[in-house]
């Protein structure tokens, strides 16, 4: 049998059309300040590596050395014979650093928000989402079943007049903590009181700000101040400030039991090799000692946007390493992130269907790999831009 009335051809000859064909390119180096595609050496601003821990070497070490112990890989689900020592170990330091009674580790934060979600609500259930979550929550969302709706972005009174006429018994509200595409935070304390006021249950995926955000970096929930109470489901990921790969949910005894009972991309699929466990262990460690880490990602972000908006390109309203150039056109994103990279910066055109029509952008990311002086080169590398008007 073939494919042919599956309409693949014309498919993707429609997004050829649109120019909106995409294919990865492929590169050579890790994850750090430079970033090496076919022999070129660019200085990267697209990593979610904020601080610089992908390629750490204690983190690597930790690494090799559980390979050399563990072995490579998990060999079963961890119901079934595949939950190691490493992940027990790494369970309960990530419960006591987000300052939760337990935590349950997913292989990755789309299963992790997919497996949440559908055990938590379904037919004739109710979630909400704010309208530029991240698609890993919109589809968590979409296939569980429940009456779906989305609140303007960062809009409490529509959240608020949505619960409101809404009767399902249960009600999930759902939010990005660092949109991903914006870089703004959620306004947490007001949607904790709102959830509270309509006896709604909030979720928080703080993908972009766990690591980052906080005194001690337990990220966007530290950084408000917020309790398990005020945000009873906690999910972060592993992939991105952390360095490693996977994510996890944090919360109270009961809800990590129920997950870990009911959660279906938890309990049917295999556990993450111990070897990532043992690396992101190491990871943990290293942000809660190494301040500087989160000290110089703010510094980089600080001078980034004083300059940029000097030169008079529009940024969003964002304090976090995501520092999006709003660009509107489609090509003229392209257009741009082509001639940053002729100047040897890997800056990311992101268009729709990611982020909504003429709304595309640069979205540069700073991270704490970064010199002042790479920060510098590119703010300089924007001004010639705009001068020459390319
Ligand atoms: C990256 C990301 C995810 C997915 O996490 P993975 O571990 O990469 O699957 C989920 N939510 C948000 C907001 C993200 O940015």
């Given amino acids: 049998m ?7 051809t014309t498919k993707l000859l429609e997004r050829h059309q649109q120019q909106r064909f995409r294919q ?3 590169h050579d180096s890790p994850q750090s300040a430079t970033l090496i595609h076919q022999g070129q050496t660019y200085l990267n601003f697209s990593s979610n590596d904020y601080l610089g821990l992908a390629n750490h070497p204690l983190v690597k070490k930790a690494f090799i050395q559980s390979a050399e112990q563990d072995g490579v890989g998990s060999g079963a689900a961890h119901l079934v014979c595949g939950h190691h020592r490493q992940h027990q170990a790494l369970e309960e330091e990530l419960a006591a650093f987000c300052q939760r009674p ?18 938590l609500v379904g037919r004739g259930d109710a979630v909400f989402e704010d309208r530029l979550n991240h698609a890993s929550l919109l589809d968590g969302g979409l296939s569980s079943g429940a009456r779906f709706s989305r609140y303007q972005h960062n809009d409490v009174d529509d959240l608020q007049q949505k619960l409101q006429a809404n009767d399902s018994l249960k009600k999930l509200v759902l939010t990005d903590a660092v949109f991903s595409m914006d870089g703004d935070l959620a306004p947490l304390p007001q949607l904790i009181a ?4 309509q006896q709604a249950a909030l979720m928080i995926d703080d993908a972009h700000g766990f690591g980052v955000l906080g005194n001690t970096g337990a990220g966007t ?7 398990v109470d005020d945000v009873p489901i906690y999910m972060a990921t592993l992939g991105k400030a952390v360095g490693t790969f996977g994510a996890f949910v944090a ?23 111990p070897a990532i466990a043992a690396a992101t262990r190491q990871s943990l460690r ?10 110089q990602l703010q510094a980089h972000i600080q001078i980034f946007r004083q300059q940029v908006l000097a030169q008079g390109w529009s940024l969003m309203a964002s304090d976090t ?8 056109d489609e090509q003229r994103a392209l257009q741009l992130s082509q001639a940053l990279a002729d100047k040897g910066f890997w800056v990311t055109a992101i268009r729709p269907p990611t982020v909504p029509v003429g709304e595309s952008r640069l979205r540069i990311t700073l991270t704490a790999a970064h010199k002042t002086a790479d920060v510098q080169a590119l703010i300089n590398a924007l001004a010639e831009l705009r001068t020459n008007d390319v």
């Fill in 221 to 227: 929930s530290e950084h408000f101040g917020c309790t």
């Fill in 102 to 119: 337990a935590a349950l580790l997913f292989s990755t934060g789309y299963m992790a928000n997919l497996g949440v979600i559908n055990a």
């Fill in 321 to 328: 390493a995501i520092q999006p150039l709003l660009v509107g």
């Fill in 194 to 197: 709102c959830c509270q006021q």
């Fill in 251 to 273: 919360g109270s005894q009961e809800l990590i039991d129920y997950l870990r009972n009911f959660a279906r991309p938890y309990i049917y699929t295999t556990a993450l090799p």
């Fill in 24 to 26: 990865c390119k492929t």
């Fill in 2 to 8: 073939s494919l042919t009335h599956f309409n693949l």
């Fill in 286 to 295: 290293l942000i809660a000692q190494e301040t500087w880490r989160r000290e």
